[in-house]
């Protein structure tokens, strides 16, 4: 782990959503990895996951790759699962990593009984379909493919990565 310390921007429809630190956990040419904790104010009860103060995110972009897998962790180390967003692949620089998310969305439990897909309405009523056709048809593609890889637990996609498990002690 460099431990560099690195800036995440998420944009969203032309607009900037989230800016957050993050710490790089490993990183190559066309992939970066970092630790952050959970950004957003407050809980988050999607009804399936609860994302709330403490929980930490290993978060892994790809310059190559149409989507970005968060590995979710309690703040007492446990994995809850992977969120996955459906995004533009993933821009690198000094600073940091950008990416603009494309609505689509996929949640995989850490016990592998839950492959949800999300938000596949608002993809929809996004407008990307008209606007940008080829993106679209990438999005819904990205998302075909994350969801046969979570439902084999993602192991695959993350295999290069070194285990990433968020320990409570680093942070305390």
């Given at each position: 782990m460099s431990g560099r310390s690195?800036?995440?921007a998420l944009w969203k429809a032309g607009r900037l959503k989230i800016r957050y630190p993050a710490e790089v956990v490993t990183e190559s040419a066309d992939r970066l990895s970092v630790r952050a904790p959970w950004a957003a104010p407050g809980v988050r009860d999607f009804g399936f996951v609860r994302f709330e103060p403490g929980d930490v995110f290993v978060e892994h972009y790809w310059a190559d790759r149409w989507y970005t897998v968060k590995e979710v962790w309690s703040a007492e180390g446990t994995l809850k699962g992977w969120y996955c967003d459906i995004t533009r692949p993933?821009?690198?620089g000094a600073a940091?990593?950008?990416v603009e998310d494309l609505d689509l969305?996929?949640?995989v439990s850490?016990?592998?009984?839950?492959?949800?897909?999300l938000d596949?309405?608002?993809?929809?009523a996004s407008g990307l379909a008209v606007s940008d056709p080829e993106a679209a048809e990438r999005a819904v593609a990205a998302l075909d493919e994350l969801e046969r890889l979570?439902?084999?637990?993602l192991v695959e996609l993350l295999a290069a990565t070194p285990r990433a498990r968020h320990d409570p002690e680093e942070t305390a």
């Amino acid at each position: 782990m460099s431990g560099r310390s690195v800036e995440v921007a998420l944009w969203k429809a032309g607009r900037l959503k989230i800016r957050y630190p993050a710490e790089v956990v490993t990183e190559s040419a066309d992939r970066l990895s970092v630790r952050a904790p959970w950004a957003a104010p407050g809980v988050r009860d999607f009804g399936f996951v609860r994302f709330e103060p403490g929980d930490v995110f290993v978060e892994h972009y790809w310059a190559d790759r149409w989507y970005t897998v968060k590995e979710v962790w309690s703040a007492e180390g446990t994995l809850k699962g992977w969120y996955c967003d459906i995004t533009r692949p993933a821009g690198f620089g000094a600073a940091g990593v950008t990416v603009e998310d494309l609505d689509l969305d996929l949640w995989v439990s850490a016990d592998g009984s839950e492959v949800l897909r999300l938000d596949e309405d608002e993809f929809a009523a996004s407008g990307l379909a008209v606007s940008d056709p080829e993106a679209a048809e990438r999005a819904v593609a990205a998302l075909d493919e994350l969801e046969r890889l979570g439902r084999r637990g993602l192991v695959e996609l993350l295999a290069a990565t070194p285990r990433a498990r968020h320990d409570p002690e680093e942070t305390a």
